[in-house]
């Protein structure tokens, strides 16, 4: 139901204006200011000479992003490794608090005094332990589920990446994955290890157009690295490949095209691992 739009007439001193009236002239002073700037912006944002500032407050948003991605990993895996610890630790003094509350339990038993006093206040202690220690293993639980989350994101994000298995150690294949990525100007903007898989994420590196025929190229790796027993390794390449016209506008690209992206940064990973091995032979 609409609302009646009623006001009543309030006699003000002269030359005062009602305070209602000096409201809806400021917010339609606000409202002209904001269509002046809705309609300047557009124009300052196609000209030419900002499209490098824009990237680069893109690029130093996707770093914050990858610093806050990779500040909560290391807070995941730290904080696992100290409630690990402190449960550890719980568990040695719940062994101990029990083994003392045995002998005391014989002790009294043997002398007949003080058995029921001392028996009450000791299991209080471990039962105050033992509330701990639940706390502590749901909070680990917690944190698992928390990594669980983050390895299922890593997965989404990597479906449909070109992949291939070389017959080399986890180890060597994380060094050679590094120096390709540094060798064709690419730096790592997250980074995540365990001891049988390692994910990488790098910087947007980007290229302006140089002509008006040739379009410049923004792009941006995922690169996985998967442990297959002691001796192979799998890595997985996912490409975020845009081209961008003189103008600062993104072309659309073909499937075919990322493919020859990724496929590109796993033979520069290979040629890295062949350099090794002929390396290795000559000495």
Not at 236 to 252: C, D, P, R
Request: proline share 3%; net charge neutral; hydrophobic share 35%.
């Amino acid at each position: 139901m609409a609302k009646s739009n009623t006001f009543t007439s309030i006699k003000l001193p002269s030359g005062q204006l009602p305070s209602g009236q000096i409201f809806f002239r400021r917010e339609r002073l606000s409202f002209f200011r904001l269509i002046v700037l809705l309609c300047v912006f557009p124009i300052l944002q196609g000209c030419p000479q900002d499209r490098i500032p824009l990237l680069e407050e893109e690029n130093t948003e996707l770093k914050k992003l990858g610093a806050k991605q990779e500040s909560m990993i290391i807070t995941l895996q730290e904080g696992n490794r100290v409630f690990q610890e402190q449960i550890d630790r719980l568990n040695q003094e719940l062994r101990e608090q029990q083994k003392e509350l045995d002998q005391k339990i014989k002790a009294a038993q043997e002398t007949g005094q003080g058995l029921a006093v001392e028996r009450h206040a000791l299991t209080q202690q471990v039962t105050e332990l033992t509330r701990e220690n639940r706390k502590l293993t749901n909070d680990t639980q917690w944190l698992r589920r928390q990594r669980e989350l983050f390895r299922q994101s890593i997965s989404t994000h990597i479906s449909g990446a070109n992949a291939q298995t070389f017959t080399i150690g986890f180890s060597p294949m994380i060094e050679a994955t590094k120096r390709a990525l540094l060798q064709h100007g690419y730096s790592i903007l997250a980074h995540m290890a365990t001891d049988q898989k390692a994910v990488f994420v790098t910087e947007r590196k980007t290229s302006a157009s140089p002509s008006l025929e040739l379009p410049g190229f923004r792009n941006q790796y995922l690169l996985v690295l998967e442990g297959i027993g002691q001796h192979a390794t799998t890595l997985k390449v996912k490409a975020h490949y845009e081209k961008i016209s003189q103008e600062g506008k993104t072309l659309g690209v073909s499937d075919n095209e990322t493919a020859d992206i990724e496929l590109r940064m796993i033979r520069a990973v290979e040629e890295i691992l062949q350099e090794s091995a002929n390396t290795g032979l000559a000495q």
